[in-house]
Structure formats: structure tokens, C-alpha cells
């Protein structure tokens, strides 16, 4: 089974925090994904990665920064948190390079920025 | 730019109830459309529907792709209270990502 696990289930943070969000899969797949749910907007992808060292804008990476220094971990960075990111974080991966790979999810951390 | 929009976006039923849930995709390029069940937490991958696999069963869910209406359907026979769930279809077309719709809210009241 493919697992994918995010570092913390909550997280609670003040305006202006640098915040670093984790991800880990097990299952060596060349892609991972961050996104953010919020209701009534949906799943918004905001970077994703193809390789190590890869990265690319997904459709609101404002805000935010990536870094994947090994393959099996995809860090997600928010410089500066601000109140408007308070948000629930989902981490995803697939397999190889292929344009329509199922996507496997982490548990999710729901971040709240006070 | 590509779209995905579900409907309804909410529905309430009783248990035992049959629920179809809608799925239109405006994409270019279309390769696969993804179901995916989220409960309180990491989205489940329920199906994926292809050019070459149109139609996909597994237990009381079934899903059917129809490409010349450019839509997708989920049904659920017999419903228990355990579907409820937010309920999400996705584009798989486009460079390694998914384009989701904004999900259908499923509630079973016993």
C-alpha cells in the first residue's frame, strides 16, 4: 500500500511565522504535490514536483516555497504566515511521468495562522 | 483553460437510496477522469476512467465516462451512512496534474 504522511495533523502558528510543512512517501514515486482545501473553492494546487531539486508553479503559489532535497520528501514552506493561509494542506504523490497517474494522499494538516 | 464542475454540490438521502452524482469536463486533451471519496481526511481514489476504460464497478459504486457529452456519472445503489463523504471528480490530463471540481457533499441520514 502506498503511504504518504504529513508531519502534523494540526498546527496553530501567529502572523508572521515562518512555517515548514512535511511530507513523506514511501513508495518512490518520481511526483509529489501540495495542495490547499478550503470550502466552498475546492482543491487548489499550489507547487508540485516531477524530480529531485524539480519544482513548478501549480495555480496559487503565492505565499509559499517548496523544497524537495530527496525523492521520498516534499517540504512545503510559507515564509511568512499570514491569516489567509489558514487553510487545510494536502500532500500527494504519483508514479512515474506519466500524465495521468493516480494520486495517493497524505492524512492532511489543517494549519490555522492566528 | 481546463474545467471540472460537479453537481449538486450538496445532497441529503436516506439510507437504502441510489444517488447519482454529475461530473462535466471542459479540458483539452482529455486522457482520464478520477473519482476520489474524502472523509474526514486524505481524499481516497475511488476510479479512473480512460478513452479505453469507460466504465468501472466496485461493489455498490459504479462510475461511466461519456465522452461525447464530455461528463461523467457516480452512482451509489443502496446507500448506507457510511458513503457520506464529500465526493471529488478530476481531470487527469494535463502535465502530471489533476484539475479537481469543487467536490459534492454526500449525507446519508439513517
Known amino acids: 500500500d502506498v503511504k504518504v504522511t504529513q508531519s502534523s495533523r494540526y498546527l496553530v502558528k501567529r502572523t508572521g511565522e515562518k512555517v515548514f510543512l512535511e511530507c513523506v512517501q514511501d513508495?518512490?514515486?518520481?511526483?509529489m504535490f501540495w495542495y490547499r482545501q478550503d470550502p466552498g473553492l475546492g482543491l487548489r494546487l499550489i507547487y508540485f514536483s516531477y524530480d529531485v531539486k524539480m519544482k513548478e508553479k501549480g495555480d496559487i503559489p503565492e505565499g509559499y516555497s517548496v523544497s524537495r532535497e530527496k525523492k521520498e520528501r516534499f517540504s512545503l514552506i510559507l515564509e511568512s504566515a499570514s491569516t489567509n493561509q489558514t487553510s487545510m494542506y494536502l500532500c500527494?504523490?504519483?508514479?512515474?511521468?506519466?500524465?495521468?497517474?493516480?494520486?495517493?494522499f497524505g492524512p492532511g494538516t489543517r494549519l490555522t495562522v492566528l | 483553460e481546463d474545467k471540472v464542475v460537479q453537481s449538486p454540490l450538496s445532497l441529503v438521502v436516506h439510507e437504502g437510496d441510489t444517488v447519482t452524482l454529475n461530473c462535466s469536463y471542459e479540458?483539452?486533451?482529455?486522457?482520464?477522469l478520477l473519482w476520489y471519496k474524502q472523509e474526514k481526511k486524505a481524499p481516497t481514489f475511488l476510479f479512473m476512467l480512460?478513452?479505453?476504460?469507460i466504465e468501472k464497478k466496485s461493489g455498490r459504486l459504479s462510475s461511466i465516462l461519456d465522452k461525447k457529452e464530455l461528463s461523467s456519472i457516480l452512482n451509489i445503489t443502496a446507500t448506507q451512512t457510511g458513503d457520506s463523504a464529500i465526493y471529488l471528480c478530476?481531470?487527469?490530463?494535463?502535465?502530471?496534474?489533476?484539475?479537481f471540481g469543487k467536490g459534492t457533499l454526500l449525507t446519508v441520514n439513517p
Open positions: 479540458v483539452t486533451n482529455f486522457r482520464s
Open positions: 478530476a481531470d487527469g490530463g494535463s502535465n502530471y496534474k489533476l484539475t
Open positions: 500527494a504523490s504519483s508514479l512515474g511521468r506519466r500524465p495521468y497517474g493516480v494520486q495517493f
Open positions: 480512460t478513452s479505453s476504460g
Open positions: 513508495m518512490d514515486h518520481e511526483n
